[in-house]
T-cell receptor, first 114, second 110 residues
Framework: DGGITQSPKYLFRKEGQNVTLSCEQN?????MYWYRQDPGQGLRLIYY???????QKGDIAEGYSVSREKKESFPLTVTSAQKNPTAFYLC?????????????FGNGTRLTVT | RKEVEQDPGPFNVPEGATVAFNCTYS??????FFWYRQDCRKEPKLLMS???SGNEDGRFTAQLNRASQYISLLIRDSKLSDSATYLC???????????FGTGTRLLVSP
């Protein structure tokens, strides 16, 4: 079955450590996205990529970095510069051919930094 | 003013009831609209896209009012399994710019 896989589901880190969240899709989608969700807030866009080897900052990119070396993969690194990293992180993908194409989400990674 | 606004609820309804949610958006140039469902501590899942002429999928009906800049979701004959948070999503100008509402929580009771 096609889909988006995020791993791990839960991640615990000490403050000051960088951590990388994995996102893999086999939907053959060109566009991939990273969102962050905090309680009581809507999803906020961190980074997005429309093509391999290219990505753009979203609304809250500070303290995060990404790479897009393969179409299928879009890992997110949460660096020690991110002031409030504890959150629910969601990876998504979509096709590029229509503005009506919805996002398809992975099952998320819940990151806790203490 | 928030880009996309939803009543957070919760909406408490009995099984079998009809319930409606509204969502307002601020950017008149917004291009496409979606309703997603999110269960507690899970990822959002697409419920339905919203088309200009309105559309229906079983018990769910979505409407778009561009003049007043809102979309609506109507759920008929509510089921216990409909209990979830419903997210309104708007795609603004530019392919990547999707804006999410904070969601409306629905609780359906026996």
């Amino acid at each position: 079955d096609g889909g988006i896989t995020q791993s791990p589901k839960y991640l615990f880190r000490k403050e000051g450590q960088n951590v990388t969240l994995s996102c893999e899709q086999n939907l053959n989608h060109d566009a991939m996205y990273w969102y962050r969700q905090d309680p009581g807030q809507g999803l906020r866009l961190i980074y997005y990529s429309q093509i391999v080897n290219d990505f753009q900052k979203g609304d809250i990119a500070e303290g995060y970095s990404v790479s897009r070396e393969k179409k299928e993969s879009f890992p997110l690194t949460v660096t020690s510069a991110q002031k409030n990293p504890t959150a629910f992180y969601l990876c998504a993908s979509s096709i590029m051919t229509s503005t009506n194409s919805p996002l398809h989400f992975g099952n998320g990674t819940r990151l806790t930094v203490t | 003013r928030k880009e996309v606004e939803q009543d957070p609820g919760p909406f408490n309804v009995p099984e079998g009831a009809t319930v409606a949610f509204n969502c307002t958006y601020s950017n008149s140039a917004s291009q496409s609209f979606f309703w997603y469902r999110q269960d507690c501590r899970k990822e959002p899942k697409l419920l339905m896209s919203v088309y200009s002429s309105g559309n229906e999928d079983g018990r769910f009906t979505a409407q778009l009012n561009r003049a007043s800049q809102y979309i609506s979701l109507l759920i008929r004959d509510s089921k216990l399994s409909d209990s979830a948070t419903y997210l309104c999503v708007v795609r603004e100008t530019g392919f990547q710019k999707l804006v999410f509402g904070t969601g409306t929580r629905l609780l359906v009771s026996p």
